[in-house]
């Protein structure tokens, strides 16, 4: 072979090897991004949709770039972690759809920077639904999936979707013995064909959508005996089946220690973890926090009684000083107050505009008033105060100049503060202000 055509082959060869690891699926193999345009979207992402960072499989981000630096843009989530039978609400109609409230629920969310609901797809067959409450002709899963009823979701999901608002989605509801209740067993270690229709259809009927989590069960331990082996698999199928490598989640039983670490297909684990005050589920979080090793991201998705008002609030600023995403359990919207709804949107707000997922807990650096910190160390912080005593402040400072938001943690008011001098060692700030007691401030080092 001559030369010229040794090397033409050669590169061939490497061209058809780097489009056949592009076109692998697996937990390290995310939406591509495109630093600094935010119009890029690769091998299966769609552009702005959230995902894994590609970082840092802890945090979520968007696929954009809006802010023009370079890296993905940050992505926090808090809002209801109800109604699950949200797609089941109001009265059901000769063609299997629903009369319900489903739409004035997310109008109601709209504007509140709240930005998840939590819902399910299969509610019968010994879950928490009636007989009906599933998405297939006639209720019976041995029909196809009813269009009509998927057309509705759609509905839903578009209006979600275009507000910002997560659509997180279990296929299956607690309780439901998917081998004995619906008959579909593993089958020599694949899916059953029923099950496996029901997975690949919902995925691609709806995974055009950039505000989706998938969730593979609530409360998977109750999946039956070979539990860990069938998610597995359910998650296997959502990953190949889904072009746009969406978010895969597991929901379980109580408890702080993860099913599924190191699952490939798997990327975060929907906490139930049922205290009741904000200091032990901040600790519960740390907890799930160090055992995740970076290797999923996790969301305290249900916490009874988590309560209304500043209670709820806390409880959701705890979380996420702990490093968690927060789904609110009983926050149903429909008797939610406005207010709560917004307490959720203002932790959103303020923590998407800061580099927080670049960050981890560093409770260790907090200083005078300040409870807990997540921190980057030596370059950027968030400190926070449920109730400040004092002055906030923080350990082990590297001398520099900074940029600080204040944020009143109950109103939302924020005050910026440029080009501040901050002095090497422990260091403590004055509130400004217009801002509570009920504080968190986010401290970047200028150039850093």
Request: charged share 20%; net charge negative.
């Amino acid at each position: 072979m001559h030369r010229r055509s040794f090397l033409i082959f050669t590169a061939l060869v490497l061209i058809l090897v780097l489009i056949a690891a592009n076109c692998s699926k697996s937990k390290k193999s995310k939406p591509f991004f495109l630093p600094g345009t935010g119009t890029g979207t690769g091998t299966g992402g769609l552009v702005g949709m959230v995902m894994v960072d590609p970082d840092s499989a802890r945090w979520l981000v968007y696929n954009k770039d809006d802010n023009g630096d370079g890296k993905p843009d940050p992505f926090y989530m808090c809002g209801p972690g109800d109604p699950e039978g949200f797609l089941y609400r109001g009265t059901r109609n000769a063609d299997g759809t629903r009369s319900g409230d489903q739409m004035t629920l997310i109008n109601k969310m709209k504007g509140t920077g709240a930005n998840c609901i939590y819902l399910m797809a299969i509610r019968s067959h010994g879950g928490d639904g009636g007989a009906t409450e599933n998405p297939f002709e006639g209720s019976d899963p041995a029909n196809p999936l009813d269009q009509d009823i998927l057309d509705q979701w759609e509905t839903w999901f578009t209006e979600m979707d275009d507000n910002g608002i997560v659509i997180y989605f279990f296929f299956y509801d607690d309780a439901i013995n998917v081998a004995g209740n619906l008959g579909w067993p593993l089958v020599g270690g694949n899916l059953h064909s029923r099950e496996k229709y029901f997975i690949e259809g919902i995925v691609n009927e709806f995974e055009h959508h950039k505000h989706l989590i998938w969730c593979v069960m609530e409360e998977v331990q109750e999946m039956g005996a070979d539990h860990l082996a069938h998610a597995s698999k359910i998650a296997e199928t959502i990953r190949t089946a889904d072009d746009n490598d969406h978010l895969i989640a597991v929901h379980q039983l109580g408890g702080l220690t993860f099913l599924f670490p190191d699952d490939p297909n798997i990327d975060q684990f929907a906490i139930q973890y049922n205290e009741s005050t904000a200091a032990l589920l901040h600790s519960g979080c740390l907890t799930a926090w160090n055992s995740a090793n970076g290797r999923y991201s996790i969301n305290m998705s249900e916490a009874a009684g988590w309560g209304t008002g500043a209670t709820a609030r806390q409880k959701n600023w705890a979380c996420a000083m702990g490093g968690a995403y927060v789904m609110v359990y009983g926050m149903d919207i429909v008797s939610t107050s406005v207010s709560d709804l917004e307490d959720c949107g203002r932790l959103v707000s303020f923590m998407e505009s800061t580099n927080f997922n670049e960050m981890a807990p560093h409770d260790e650096l907090a200083h005078g008033g300040t409870q807990y910190v997540l921190a980057k160390p030596g370059d950027s912080y968030i400190a926070y105060a449920s109730s400040l005593a004092g002055e906030i402040g923080l350990k082990s400072m590297t001398a520099g100049t900074y940029y600080f938001k204040w944020f009143d943690c109950a109103t939302g008011t924020a005050v910026e503060q440029n080009d501040v001098t901050v002095n090497s060692g422990d260091q403590t700030w004055t509130t400004p202000g217009g801002i509570g007691a009920e504080v968190a401030v986010y401290i970047n080092r200028s150039g850093g």
